[in-house]
C-alpha cells in the first residue's frame, strides 16, 4: 500500500516543483529590493560625511579671514566662492555677528537672528540640524586672546559670532526604484499566471477522480452492500491513484469475511450498559443471568449459561441456566458433555464437579430436544488471585451457529462480558465476606478480636443481670512467650499461637467465648459458670498445655505454660472493667507467684485489690485514656565541666493545676497492669517533645518492672523512635537494682534482647543492693547511677565515700559511664568532680520542669539525655 501511496506522491511533485520555482522567484525579487534600499541608505550615510567634510573646509576659510579682520565684502565674497565650488551640495553659507559686533560689521543681510544660530550663540557649542533634505552646520566663533586686539570689549571665550553652513543631501535616483519595482511585477505576475494554469489542469482530473471515488462510498449503507462495492474497475484519471485503490479493494474483501452488522453491534452496547454491579445484582445474581439468557436470544439461539466458580480450595460450584424447562435426556446429555469437557480443563487440574444446580429462565416454554450433534458448549476461563478465586463460565449454542465467524466472535464477546461480570460478583460477595469476619476475628488464630471481646464482655454483663445468673473470665498469659519468637522465629511463634488457640478450643464448651486480647493474652468468657465451673477450665487448660509440645523446624519440641487470672460476675464485679481488672490482676499474681499457675481473687483480696484501685485507680485510668500523662524533665551537669548536658525524664498525672508525681500512683499503676502503657506515652509525648526542641542528645529509659514481662516493650520503643527520628544507639533503659534482684534471669534475657537492637544498657541506684558487682559482671552496662545516699553522705561519712571510690575506679577500669545522685550543694558537686564521676544530678543542679532547658552554658559537645519513667 505504502508502495502505491509514493507513486500518487509523484503525482503531486509538479505542484511541488512549481511552488519552489514561485518560492524561489519571490525571494530573489524581495532580496533585489531590500539591496536597492540599502544601497540608497549606503548613499545617504556617504553623503552626510562628504557634507561634514565640506562645511568644516569653507567653515576654516571664513575664520581664518575674520581672523585677518577680513571686511563684510570680503567675507561675502568667500561664502560666494566656495558655494560656487560646491555647487551640487553647498546650499547657502551665513555668517551671524554678535551684538557686540555689529558696530564693527555693521548690519549682515539676516534681518534676525535664527533660533538654530541663537542657541549656538548661547551654549558656545558646534550644532548639526538636519531638516528635509538639508543639513545645516553651527560653528560658533569664540575670541582668542589674538582677537582681544580688535576686539576690545570683548573677552576670551565670547562668542563673537555663529557661522552657519546649509548642505542639500544627495538622495537615489528615482529611476532606479521604478526598475526595481517594475521586474518585481512582471516577474511576479508571470509566476501567477504560469501557477494558475498547472493548478486548474491538476485539479480538474482530480475531481473528477474523487467523484467517481464518491458515488461508491455513496453507495455503500450495510454490510450487503460490500458485493456491489468494487473500485478497482473505475479508472481514475492517475496510474497511482488506480495502483492505490486496487489495494483497497482487496481490503474490502478482506473485511467481508469478519465485519459484524450495526444491530448486532448495537446489541452489544445495550449489553455493556447493563453490566453495571450494584447492590441487587450482588445479592440476586442469578436472576440477573437468566433476564441476560433471554436478551442473548434476540440475536443469537443460546440454550444455556454456565457458570463455574471455586470458592474454596476443592470447592467448586456449578449452575446451568437454561432459556427453558429441558428434558430429563437433555439435561442428563448436557451434564455429561460439560464434565467430559472440563474434566481436561487446566483450572481444574483433573477435579470432578460434586453438584450441579439447575437454573430455568422462562418456565412457560419447553427446550427441544437436543443430540451429541447439536450441542456446541464454548467457554472463557478467569482466574483471581486477590481474592483467592477462579471460574468458568460456558455458553450452549446450535452447533451449526457456533460456526459462523460473525456469531462466533459475538458469542466470545458476550462470554467476556459475562465473565466479568460474575467474576466481579463473586469477588466482591467474598471480599463483603471476608470483611464482616475479620471485623470480628483475629486473622492469625480466628479467635474473636478485643473489640469483639469487650462487645462480648457487656452484652454478658447484660445477659447475666438479666436473668440472675454467674459467668466467669479469665486472663490467660502464655510464660516466656518471647523466648520462642527469639529463638524460632515469629513464624513459629505464629503457628504456636494457632495451636494454643486450638488447645483452648478443645478445654471449653461450644458456647464459651475465645478472643485473642493482643500479643500472647487470651481471654475466655464462660458462661453461667462459677467459681469452681472456672477453676475447673482453668486447670484444663494447665494440664492440655502441660502434655502438647509442637515441633521447630530443628526437631526441638516447644513447650510453653500459662499463668491464668479468674473473675466471677457478680462476685467480683458487676461491669466489663472492674471484671477485667481482676483478672489480669489475678493473671499478674499467678506470674508473681512463679508462673503456670491460676489465681482467683479471696474475699480479703478482694477487699485490697478494690480498695488500693478506689479513687486512685479511676484516677490513673481517667489520665492514661484522656493522655494526662505529662513529661517532666530534671537536668543533668558535666561534673568537670558544670555545664548542663543530660536530662532526665519523670512521669508526671495533670490534673487540672495540680500536677501528681510518680511517688504517688507509679504502684498503683503497676498492680492495675498498666503501667508500661503509662511508659509509652510518657515516652512518645518526650519524644514529640524532643524533636519540636531539636534536643540531639541521649535518651535514658527508666523502665517498670512490668516492661521485663511485656515482650513487646522493647519493639515498641524501638518503633516510636524510628517514627521521630532518633537512633537506636541514643536510647539507654535503665532498671533500678531493687526491683531486679529476684528477675535476674529474666533481666539477662531482657538486656541482650535490648543489645542486640542498639540501644545501650543502664543500673540505677547502684550499690544499694547486694548485687551490684555481679550485675556489672554478668551483664553489658553502659551506665551506672551512683545511689544517692552513698553521695549524700561520703564527705561526713569514710565508708560512704571508700564505697564511692571503689565504684568509680571500677567504672573507669570497664569503661563504664557514672553518674552521681542527689548532689544538693556546691561542696558535694566539688568532690563528686574531683572523684572523677562524670556526670551530676539533684536539686543543686536544677529542680525538674516540663520544659527541656540548658542552665548554665552551652551544653558539652558529647550531649546526652536520661529519661527516666
Known sequence: MYKYTFGLLKTLRGFVFIAT???????????????SLLYEKLLEQRSLETSSEIAQQNFNTIYQALRQGGSRQQIDELAADSIRAFSSTLDRIDVYPGKTETGRYGQWQQARLPADAQQAMADGKPAVQKTGSHLRYLYPVAAQPACLRCHAEAKTGDVLGVIAIQHKLQTVAATV???YVALFLILGLLVLLVAAALTTFVTKKLNRSLGLFRSKVD?????KDFDQLDISKVDFGFEEFNQTF???ARLVEKIKGVAVDKGVLEFEIRLLEKFIITSNVVRDWRQFIKTLLLDINQIIDAYALVTIFRVEEEAYECEIFWRNSPSGKTTQLFEKILRRQLHDHPFFHGATLVQIVHNIADEGGALPELSIEDIELQTKTLLLETP???????IGVQSMMAQDNVRHMVIGSILTTLLNLVGSVKAIYKYTKDLEHYATRDPLTDLYNQRMFWELLGYEVGRAKRHKQQFAVLMLDLDNFKTINDRFGHHVGDAFLQAFAKVLHSAVRDGDLLARYGGDEFCIILPEAADTQAHMVAQRITELLESFSMEAPDGYKIKATTSIGIAISPNHG?????????????MYKAKKAGKNAIAIPSADEMAEVFRQAGEKSIMIQNALDQGNIVPYFQPICSAASGQIVIHELLMRIQLGDQIVAANDFIEQAESMGIAHKMDYQLIEKAFIQIREQGYAGMLFVNLSPKALIVGEFVARVSHLAKEFGIAPNRIVFEITERETVSNLSLLEKFVLDVK????????????????????IKRFPVDYIKIEGEFIRNMLQDEV?????KSIVTLAKELKIKTIAEFVEDAEILAAVSALGIDYAQGYHISRPSAAIHVVGGTAAPEREMLLEI
Request: glycine share 12%; aromatic share 16%; net charge negative.
Open 800 to 804: 560512704y565515700l571508700a564505697f564511692v
Open 219 to 223: 453507495s455503500f449503507n450495510s454490510i
Open 574 to 586: 458487676d461491669n466489663p472493667k472492674d471484671l477485667f481488672l481482676v483478672a489480669d490482676n489475678m
Open 756 to 775: 542486640l537492637q542498639g540501644f545501650s544498657f543502664a543500673i540505677d541506684d547502684f550499690g544499694s543492693g547486694y548485687s551490684s558487682f555481679q550485675y
Open 246 to 248: 486496487d489495494n483497497v
Open 388 to 394: 483467592r478465586i477462579g471460574g468458568i463460565v460456558g
Open 177 to 179: 526604484r521604478i526598475y
Open 21 to 35: 520555482v514561485g518560492v524561489a522567484a519571490l525571494v530573489f525579487l524581495g532580496a533585489t529590493l531590500t539591496s
